[in-house]
């Protein structure tokens, strides 16, 4: 399967915890974000950004904002889809959403029920569209970060985005 590798990526990992490392430390370890990276490079990807941020609606806001402006193509979100309080990923981007793909979750859970068994029931993970951005939003496991990336998200990506901005499939 070939890949457009000229689409711009946006990776933002979604952690209060890494964000307040960065903050009084000067650093924090992504390893999510990494192997988010490293699988995109591998398959040939060179266009990618990333970026920390606190699990926030308005940082999480500012994201997409910034994403919008840059014209990114895919917009990644790792991080604050599960069921603390704290977790507001996933409820931000639905409000943002023109477009929701809730068959993402669906597969996402079944996919991950091999690997974890019930604990698959706690992820809330997303996907959708704002204008023509595709958004995802994602565990913040390594392993469910490799999962959805090479599962989901590159087998199907640049199908989403030819036919939503109106290519002819």
Same mark, same amino acid.
């Given at each position: 399967? &070939?890949?457009?590798? &000229?689409?711009?990526?946006l *990776?933002?990992?979604?952690?209060t915890? +890494?964000?307040?490392?960065?903050?009084e430390?000067?650093?924090?370890?992504?390893?999510?974000? /990494? *192997?988010?990276?490293s699988i #995109?490079?591998?398959?040939?990807?060179? %266009?990618? /950004?990333?970026?920390?941020?606190?699990?926030?609606?308005k940082?999480?806001?500012e994201?997409?904002d910034?994403?919008? @402006? @840059?014209?990114?193509?895919?917009?990644?979100f790792? =991080?604050?889809? =599960?069921?603390a309080?704290? /977790?507001?990923?996933v409820?931000?981007?639905k409000? #943002? #959403?023109? @477009?929701?793909?809730? =068959? #993402? %979750?669906?597969l996402?859970t079944?996919?991950?029920e091999?690997?974890?068994g019930?604990?698959?029931?706690?992820?809330?993970?997303?996907?959708?569209? *704002?204008?023509d951005?595709l958004?995802?939003?994602?565990?913040?496991?390594?392993?469910?970060?490799?999962?959805?990336?090479?599962?989901? *998200?590159l087998?199907e990506?640049e199908?989403?985005?030819?036919?939503? +901005? =109106?290519?002819?499939?």
């Amino acid at each position: 399967m &070939g890949y457009h590798v &000229g689409w711009k990526i946006l *990776i933002s990992t979604v952690s209060t915890r +890494r964000y307040k490392s960065l903050l009084e430390l000067g650093e924090y370890e992504d390893k999510s974000g /990494d *192997i988010a990276v490293s699988i #995109f490079e591998r398959y040939g990807y060179r %266009n990618i /950004d990333r970026i920390l941020i606190s699990d926030d609606t308005k940082m999480i806001k500012e994201v997409i904002d910034i994403a919008l @402006k @840059k014209g990114v193509d895919i917009l990644i979100f790792i =991080g604050g889809t =599960g069921v603390a309080k704290d /977790d507001v990923t996933v409820e931000t981007l639905k409000k #943002f #959403f023109d @477009k929701e793909l809730p =068959g #993402f %979750n669906v597969l996402y859970t079944v996919y991950s029920e091999r690997q974890v068994g019930v604990r698959a029931l706690s992820s809330r993970a997303t996907a959708g569209f *704002i204008k023509d951005m595709l958004v995802y939003a994602l565990p913040g496991s390594p392993n469910a970060v490799q999962l959805c990336i090479e599962k989901l *998200i590159l087998p199907e990506a640049e199908h989403l985005l030819k036919i939503r +901005r =109106g290519y002819k499939h």
